[in-house]
T-cell receptor, first 108, second 114 residues
Protein backbone atom coordinates (compact mmCIF):
# COMPACT_ATOMS: atom_id res chain seq x y z
CA UNK A 1 0.00 0.00 0.00
CA UNK A 2 1.56 3.25 -1.12
CA UNK A 3 1.04 5.88 1.54
CA UNK A 4 1.50 9.55 2.08
CA UNK A 5 1.51 10.59 5.73
CA UNK A 6 0.70 14.01 7.13
CA UNK A 7 0.00 15.29 10.61
CA UNK A 8 -3.67 16.22 10.64
CA UNK A 9 -3.12 19.21 12.92
CA UNK A 10 -4.46 21.72 13.48
CA UNK A 11 -1.23 23.65 13.18
CA UNK A 12 -1.70 27.10 14.62
CA UNK A 13 0.68 29.94 13.79
CA UNK A 14 0.43 33.69 14.44
CA UNK A 15 -0.01 36.07 11.54
CA UNK A 16 3.33 36.94 9.96
CA UNK A 17 5.08 33.78 11.17
CA UNK A 18 6.45 30.91 9.09
CA UNK A 19 4.21 27.86 8.80
CA UNK A 20 5.98 24.55 8.23
CA UNK A 21 3.99 21.63 6.86
CA UNK A 22 5.51 18.18 6.55
CA UNK A 23 4.80 15.02 4.61
CA UNK A 24 6.43 11.60 4.25
CA UNK A 25 5.83 9.06 1.53
CA UNK A 26 6.42 5.33 1.33
CA UNK A 27 6.85 4.69 -2.41
CA UNK A 28 10.47 5.25 -3.39
CA UNK A 29 9.36 5.22 -7.02
CA UNK A 30 7.46 8.47 -6.59
CA UNK A 31 8.79 11.07 -8.98
CA UNK A 32 6.62 14.11 -8.48
CA UNK A 33 5.31 15.85 -5.41
CA UNK A 34 2.51 18.35 -5.05
CA UNK A 35 1.01 20.63 -2.45
CA UNK A 36 -2.66 21.48 -2.74
CA UNK A 37 -4.59 23.94 -0.61
CA UNK A 38 -8.19 23.12 0.20
CA UNK A 39 -10.52 25.60 1.84
CA UNK A 40 -13.46 24.18 3.75
CA UNK A 41 -16.18 23.11 1.33
CA UNK A 42 -14.02 23.79 -1.72
CA UNK A 43 -11.97 21.62 -4.05
CA UNK A 44 -8.16 21.29 -3.89
CA UNK A 45 -6.13 24.04 -5.53
CA UNK A 46 -2.60 23.36 -6.75
CA UNK A 47 -0.07 25.71 -5.16
CA UNK A 48 3.33 24.05 -5.60
CA UNK A 49 5.00 21.10 -7.22
CA UNK A 50 8.55 19.78 -7.00
CA UNK A 51 10.39 17.04 -8.84
CA UNK A 52 14.04 17.41 -7.78
CA UNK A 53 15.82 17.27 -4.45
CA UNK A 54 16.27 20.65 -2.82
CA UNK A 55 14.16 23.75 -2.51
CA UNK A 56 11.74 25.44 -4.87
CA UNK A 57 10.44 28.90 -4.10
CA UNK A 58 7.33 30.61 -5.43
CA UNK A 59 6.44 33.86 -3.72
CA UNK A 60 5.76 33.19 -0.05
CA UNK A 61 5.84 29.42 -0.59
CA UNK A 62 8.86 27.14 -0.55
CA UNK A 63 8.65 23.42 -1.24
CA UNK A 64 11.47 21.18 -0.04
CA UNK A 65 12.16 17.64 -1.18
CA UNK A 66 14.52 15.05 0.28
CA UNK A 67 14.16 11.80 -1.64
CA UNK A 68 16.69 9.94 0.52
CA UNK A 69 14.53 10.61 3.58
CA UNK A 70 11.28 10.38 1.59
CA UNK A 71 10.27 13.71 2.99
CA UNK A 72 8.50 16.71 1.50
CA UNK A 73 7.75 19.97 3.21
CA UNK A 74 6.02 23.27 2.50
CA UNK A 75 7.04 26.51 4.14
CA UNK A 76 4.71 29.48 4.09
CA UNK A 77 6.40 32.75 4.99
CA UNK A 78 4.56 35.77 6.36
CA UNK A 79 1.48 33.65 7.03
CA UNK A 80 -1.85 35.40 6.53
CA UNK A 81 -5.32 34.55 7.86
CA UNK A 82 -6.26 33.76 4.25
CA UNK A 83 -3.73 30.91 4.36
CA UNK A 84 -5.95 29.11 6.87
CA UNK A 85 -6.94 25.93 5.08
CA UNK A 86 -6.13 22.24 4.79
CA UNK A 87 -2.92 21.50 2.91
CA UNK A 88 -2.79 18.22 1.01
CA UNK A 89 0.48 16.58 0.06
CA UNK A 90 0.45 14.27 -2.97
CA UNK A 91 3.12 11.99 -4.38
CA UNK A 92 3.24 9.87 -7.47
CA UNK A 93 4.46 8.84 -10.84
CA UNK A 94 1.66 8.02 -13.26
CA UNK A 95 -0.95 8.67 -10.62
CA UNK A 96 -1.07 10.60 -7.37
CA UNK A 97 -1.57 9.38 -3.82
CA UNK A 98 -2.83 12.04 -1.46
CA UNK A 99 -2.25 12.41 2.24
CA UNK A 100 -5.12 13.22 4.58
CA UNK A 101 -4.05 16.84 4.86
CA UNK A 102 -2.83 19.19 7.58
CA UNK A 103 -5.18 21.86 8.83
CA UNK A 104 -3.43 25.21 9.17
CA UNK A 105 -4.87 28.03 11.26
CA UNK A 106 -3.27 31.46 11.04
CA UNK A 107 -4.30 33.51 14.03
CA UNK A 108 -4.52 37.30 14.24
CA UNK B 1 -9.19 29.61 -19.72
CA UNK B 2 -12.23 27.82 -18.31
CA UNK B 3 -11.62 25.38 -15.51
CA UNK B 4 -12.95 21.88 -14.93
CA UNK B 5 -16.75 21.87 -14.90
CA UNK B 6 -18.83 19.45 -12.85
CA UNK B 7 -22.54 18.95 -12.29
CA UNK B 8 -24.57 18.67 -10.24
CA UNK B 9 -22.91 20.42 -7.30
CA UNK B 10 -25.07 18.65 -4.74
CA UNK B 11 -27.12 15.47 -4.77
CA UNK B 12 -29.17 13.76 -2.09
CA UNK B 13 -30.49 10.25 -2.75
CA UNK B 14 -31.83 7.28 -0.86
CA UNK B 15 -29.68 4.15 -0.55
CA UNK B 16 -30.13 1.69 -3.40
CA UNK B 17 -30.94 4.53 -5.82
CA UNK B 18 -28.69 5.39 -8.72
CA UNK B 19 -26.89 8.65 -9.43
CA UNK B 20 -24.70 10.08 -12.19
CA UNK B 21 -22.12 12.84 -12.18
CA UNK B 22 -20.81 14.74 -15.17
CA UNK B 23 -17.42 16.33 -15.77
CA UNK B 24 -15.97 18.46 -18.55
CA UNK B 25 -12.19 18.88 -18.29
CA UNK B 26 -10.05 21.85 -19.22
CA UNK B 27 -9.93 22.19 -23.00
CA UNK B 28 -7.04 20.23 -24.46
CA UNK B 29 -6.42 18.12 -21.36
CA UNK B 30 -6.10 14.51 -22.41
CA UNK B 31 -6.12 12.97 -18.96
CA UNK B 32 -9.18 12.94 -16.73
CA UNK B 33 -9.47 11.65 -13.17
CA UNK B 34 -12.35 10.89 -10.85
CA UNK B 35 -11.63 11.03 -7.12
CA UNK B 36 -13.72 10.27 -4.05
CA UNK B 37 -13.07 12.44 -1.01
CA UNK B 38 -14.64 11.35 2.23
CA UNK B 39 -14.83 14.00 4.97
CA UNK B 40 -11.52 14.33 6.78
CA UNK B 41 -9.59 12.32 4.19
CA UNK B 42 -7.55 13.07 1.12
CA UNK B 43 -8.89 12.43 -2.38
CA UNK B 44 -8.79 8.77 -3.44
CA UNK B 45 -8.40 8.00 -7.13
CA UNK B 46 -11.30 6.00 -8.55
CA UNK B 47 -10.46 6.01 -12.24
CA UNK B 48 -8.07 7.66 -14.66
CA UNK B 49 -8.72 8.12 -18.39
CA UNK B 50 -6.21 8.95 -21.07
CA UNK B 51 -8.35 10.29 -23.92
CA UNK B 52 -11.18 7.74 -24.05
CA UNK B 53 -9.18 4.80 -22.65
CA UNK B 54 -8.98 3.66 -19.02
CA UNK B 55 -5.46 3.89 -17.57
CA UNK B 56 -6.22 2.90 -13.97
CA UNK B 57 -9.44 1.76 -12.34
CA UNK B 58 -7.91 -0.41 -9.65
CA UNK B 59 -9.74 1.36 -6.81
CA UNK B 60 -13.11 1.63 -8.54
CA UNK B 61 -15.77 -0.59 -6.88
CA UNK B 62 -16.83 -2.09 -10.15
CA UNK B 63 -19.84 -3.89 -8.74
CA UNK B 64 -21.58 -0.53 -8.29
CA UNK B 65 -19.49 2.19 -9.92
CA UNK B 66 -18.98 2.76 -13.62
CA UNK B 67 -17.44 5.54 -15.65
CA UNK B 68 -17.07 6.41 -19.27
CA UNK B 69 -15.42 9.00 -21.47
CA UNK B 70 -16.75 8.03 -24.84
CA UNK B 71 -15.44 10.84 -27.04
CA UNK B 72 -12.33 11.57 -25.03
CA UNK B 73 -13.67 14.85 -23.69
CA UNK B 74 -16.38 14.88 -21.03
CA UNK B 75 -17.02 12.01 -18.67
CA UNK B 76 -19.78 10.50 -16.56
CA UNK B 77 -19.41 8.60 -13.29
CA UNK B 78 -22.34 6.47 -12.17
CA UNK B 79 -23.19 4.73 -8.93
CA UNK B 80 -25.83 2.02 -8.98
CA UNK B 81 -27.03 1.10 -6.38
CA UNK B 82 -25.74 3.64 -3.88
CA UNK B 83 -24.77 2.72 -0.34
CA UNK B 84 -24.57 4.90 2.76
CA UNK B 85 -20.76 4.75 2.65
CA UNK B 86 -20.78 6.38 -0.79
CA UNK B 87 -21.58 9.72 0.83
CA UNK B 88 -18.61 11.86 -0.17
CA UNK B 89 -17.47 14.59 -2.51
CA UNK B 90 -16.75 13.34 -6.00
CA UNK B 91 -14.00 15.35 -7.61
CA UNK B 92 -13.07 15.44 -11.25
CA UNK B 93 -9.60 16.59 -12.25
CA UNK B 94 -7.71 16.91 -15.50
CA UNK B 95 -4.13 17.23 -16.62
CA UNK B 96 -2.49 18.02 -19.91
CA UNK B 97 -1.27 14.48 -20.56
CA UNK B 98 -0.49 11.22 -18.80
CA UNK B 99 2.52 11.42 -16.52
CA UNK B 100 2.13 15.20 -16.38
CA UNK B 101 0.76 15.27 -12.93
CA UNK B 102 -0.21 18.87 -12.45
CA UNK B 103 -3.85 18.12 -11.96
CA UNK B 104 -6.56 20.75 -11.78
CA UNK B 105 -9.74 20.02 -9.91
CA UNK B 106 -13.33 20.90 -10.59
CA UNK B 107 -15.64 22.18 -7.82
CA UNK B 108 -16.85 18.67 -6.97
CA UNK B 109 -20.23 17.05 -6.39
CA UNK B 110 -21.29 16.53 -2.80
CA UNK B 111 -23.29 13.29 -2.56
CA UNK B 112 -25.39 12.45 0.46
CA UNK B 113 -26.89 8.96 0.63
CA UNK B 114 -29.72 8.60 3.16
Amino acid sequence: QKEVEQNSGPLSVPEGAIASLNCTYSDRGSQSFFWYRQYSGKSPELIMFIYSNGDKEDGRFTAQLNKASQYVSLLIRDSQPSDSATYLCAAGGNKLTFGTGTQLKVEL
Amino acid sequence: EAGVAQSPRYKIIEKRQSVAFWCNPISGHATLYWYQQILGQGPKLLIQFQNNGVVDDSQLPKDRFSAERLKGVDSTLKIQPAKLEDSAVYLCASSLKAGYNEQFFGPGTRLTVL
